[in-house]
């Protein structure tokens, strides 16, 4: 059974570069069956996704963030990160990792999700 | 790219059905069947129920059904019990440059 963990500072001054990394219990980023992803949630608000990156390191991001974030595939194989570059307090949100299938196009791992707070 | 459109909230009573609508547009609903459903409970991680439409994950209960007509994918849930009060959110497939979108969540009360 596949895990997923998100991991990363817990509270980001304004301005600054949110930065998360996701770890796979098992497996590897390397194969070409899966794009890998973000999706926060504010706190009392519904999910938005961030945006997701193949193993090719293609990527596709949500327009409204996109000139802010950054997605890339980890050196050691069982990770990828997510960068969010000058974040206000509306960054504030609970921000998971999840596996999304290439060929089914569904979310079918996700992680338990990290508490981002944008706090001076 | 605006979410596509689930009611904000929905409730029945215990035993009974209802059905969750999702609409969307020609670029994503409407134009592929790659359209899943999910259900988040306070304070945890969102959960696949249905993916492609109408296809359940193995230990998805059968109360749980998808379906699609024009623009709009619908999730029912039959036979309501009080664990299934949650929000649940629409995700679909779209032929823009974007790759998914999701709807914004619907809170299913249980009475």
């Known amino acids: 059974q596949l895990q997923l963990q998100e991991s990363g500072p817990g509270l980001v001054r304004p301005s600054e570069t949110l930065a998360l990394t996701c770890t796979l219990s098992?497996?590897?980023?390397?194969?070409?069956?899966?794009?890998w992803g973000w999706i926060r949630q504010p706190p009392g608000k519904g999910l938005e996704w961030i945006g997701s990156i193949y193993y090719s390191g293609k990527t596709y991001s949500n327009p409204s963030l996109r000139s802010r974030v950054t997605l890339s595939l980890g050196t050691s194989k069982n990770q990828f990160s997510l960068e969010l570059s000058s974040v206000t307090a509306s960054d504030t949100a609970v921000y998971f990792c999840?596996?999304?299938?290439?060929?089914?196009?569904?979310?079918?791992?996700w992680g338990l999700g990290v508490l981002v707070t944008v706090s001076s | 790219q605006s979410a596509l459109t689930q009611p904000a909230s929905v409730s029945g009573s215990p035993g009974q059905s209802i059905t969750i609508s999702c609409t969307g547009s020609s670029s994503d609903i409407g134009g592929t069947i790659y359209v899943s459903w999910y259900q988040q409970h306070p304070g945890k991680a969102p959960k696949l129920l249905i993916y492609e439409v109408s296809n359940r994950p193995s230990g998805i209960s059968s109360r749980f059904s998808g379906s699609k007509s024009g623009n709009t994918a619908s999730l029912s849930i039959s036979g309501l019990q009080a664990e299934d009060e949650a929000d649940y959110y629409c995700?679909?497939?779209?032929?823009?440059?974007?790759?998914?979108?999701f709807g914004g969540g619907t809170k299913l009360t249980v009475l």
């Open positions: 995700i679909s497939y779209t032929n823009t440059n974007t790759l998914v979108i």
């Open positions: 098992s497996g590897s980023v390397s194969s070409n069956s899966y794009y």
């Open positions: 999840a596996r999304l299938s290439a060929a089914t196009i569904k979310f079918d791992y």
